[in-house]
């Protein structure tokens, strides 16, 4: 769940059927400690009654401009200035096109015109509609003007056509909203690599080696980057997570995979993350065939091989600027085996944690990790994997802001 406490939202909800879907994202708002107002066009008001998003919201939902029973003196200026972000869920190709052309003639599109603030636009409609050149010229005006246009998703309309124009999951347009509010953008303009998750090598076509590593560790750092404006490319090896929205996803399965796109991002990275858990062998020669048991007694071996070690290449490679931490699963000497990591592997930090440590294994949604440098070693309490990415990313941003602060600017 996000933290948008002391965040102003405006929910405008113009007339379309979606309407109803607008109630759970108010509700959903609601729950992160967001403030939420709620502006309904009046035909919103005939699909859904004002008194769910008050209910919902505890704030009085606005639906007449000419209210004068309201505490605003200038109420359109008043929401308008006191909103950090306006998202109009369900966008009518009505409340687009008013929208795109300035009209302000009631109180959801005098409040658009009068903010500020950043404006996200979730169009809802036949998909006829949404794809007639008027609508399509309406959006990329808005685009043009700073909006930010949700994709519409497809299905079944309620119109009963298939196709484009369904208003996205609730859940869907809270990421957006979450993508502008629940983080300073500390790390916009920089990009991030990620890995995450387990490699698989393969015995033959039916088994092969892996580990337990679930990747919601480096699935949450590559969150907490994103939410922080970051360019996030996510390197993951198979695991059973949704997909980090907002990031670039590539999808690895082998350690040499991993490394054929640890090298691709390398160039183009400020800041790499290896907290995948990469295998260190594989078998030397996988069988083509599935591997017949010969009998219950007979014995049975593999024959193993180094895979590639990817940070050591990280090492010899890494250009001036970047930014490298590595992880460290260990079940002893955790602080002595990963500072000989750190060194030998040229790292700036490394995260350690013990397997042995109720709460740091495999699978877990907590960790416990020791934040480790060339000069200090931090344990950090047991915490939720977000809250340890989130304490992972502020001691990175650490260094790299002390490195700028320390960094002889030109003479002009």
């Known amino acids: 769940m996000y933290d948008l406490k002391g965040k102003c939202i405006v929910l405008g909800v113009s007339g379309g059927i979606a309407a ?5 994202l108010a509700s959903a708002l609601n729950k992160t400690g967001a403030d939420v107002h709620v502006i309904m066009t009046e035909n919103a008001a005939r699909f859904i009654s004002p008194l769910t998003f008050e209910t919902l919201t505890s704030n009085r939902c606005v639906v007449d401009m000419f209210d004068r029973g309201y505490k605003y003196d200038v109420e359109h200026i008043s929401l308008a200035k006191a909103a950090d ?9 009505n409340i687009i096109a008013k929208t795109a052309h300035g009209i302000a003639d009631d109180m959801l599109t005098s409040v658009v015109l009068a903010a500020k603030c950043k404006k996200l636009v979730s169009p809802s409609m036949n998909t006829a509609m949404l794809e007639n050149p008027v609508t399509i010229d309406n959006i990329n005006t808005l685009r043009k003007y700073g909006f930010e246009i ?9 119109c009963g056509d298939i196709g484009s124009g369904k208003l996205p999951e609730p859940d869907v347009i809270l990421e ?12 916009s303009g920089l990009k991030v ?3 995450a998750g387990p490699t698989q090598e393969a015995i033959d076509p039916v088994r092969f080696i892996t580990n337990h590593s679930s990747g919601k560790m480096g699935y949450a750092i590559a969150k907490e980057a994103m939410l922080r404006g970051a360019d996030v490319t996510l390197i993951s090896g198979p695991v059973s997570i949704d997909p980090v929205p907002f990031t670039e996803i590539r999808r690895v399965v082998t350690a040499a995979d991993m490394f054929s796109e640890v090298k691709r991002a390398l160039p183009h990275t400020d800041i790499l993350i290896m907290s995948a858990a990469v295998a260190d062998f594989r078998p030397s020669s996988p069988s083509a065939d599935k591997i017949k048991k010969s009998g219950s007694d007979s014995p049975f071996s593999v024959p193993l091989k180094h895979t590639d070690d990817i940070l050591k290449w990280v090492s010899e490679n890494r ?26 592997k040229k790292l700036d930090m490394i995260a350690a944690n013990d397997l042995r440590e109720e709460g740091a294994g495999f699978g877990v949604d907590t960790n416990i990790l020791t934040v480790i440098t060339k000069s200090s070693a931090e344990k950090l309490p047991l915490m939720s994997k977000e ?15 002390q490195r700028q602060r320390h960094t002889p600017q030109d003479v002009v």
């Open 176 to 187: 957006y909203i979450a993508r502008e509010l629940a983080r300073e953008k500390t790390l």
């Open 85 to 93: 972000l306006i998202v109009i869920a369900p966008a009518t190709a």
């Open 150 to 158: 949700i994709p519409s998703a497809a299905g079944r309309l309620a």
């Open 193 to 195: 690599t990620v890995t």
């Open 20 to 24: 109803y879907k607008a109630a759970a």
């Open 319 to 344: 250009h001036e600027g970047l930014f490298v931490c590595g992880f460290s699963m260990e079940t002893r000497d955790l602080e002595e085996n990963s500072r000989s990591k750190l060194t030998s």
């Open 387 to 401: 809250e340890a990415a989130a304490a992972l990313t502020d001691r990175i941003e650490d260094i790299i802001f």
